[in-house]
């Protein structure tokens, strides 16, 4: 599994389409069946996090307003190079590092 770090470099500031009911089918009275793609809007995404095992990115509009968090799978990236990502999962420099807890006595 990749660390935040790797999915952070891996996605955040790119834009792609995301899409909400892919491919879905369903049948009208007569028995045929009626394909639908869904609906597809240019997103960009903002945030990455691992939630239940999986890889969730938050997308925002890139015409329009809100947000929201959705599966990796969801979203199509553009055809852009990306930044190198760092090797090491222990390296998460791009997100800061925790200060440690002062003791109280």
Aim: hydrophobic share 35%; charged share 20%; glycine share 8%.
């Amino acid at each position: 599994m990749k660390s935040i770090a790797q999915l952070y470099h891996q996605y955040v500031g790119r834009t792609g389409t995301a899409t909400v009911f892919d491919n879905t089918t369903a049948t009208d009275s007569d028995g045929t069946e009626i394909k639908s793609l869904g609906i597809t809007f240019p997103v960009t995404i903002t945030n990455v996090r691992i939630y239940y095992g999986r890889e969730h990115v938050l997308i925002q509009p890139i015409h329009g307003e809100g947000s929201a968090w959705v599966w990796t799978k969801r979203v199509r990236l553009d055809d852009v190079p990306l930044p190198p990502v760092p090797n090491d999962p222990s390296v998460d420099d791009c997100l800061g590092s925790v200060a440690p807890i002062p003791e109280t006595g």
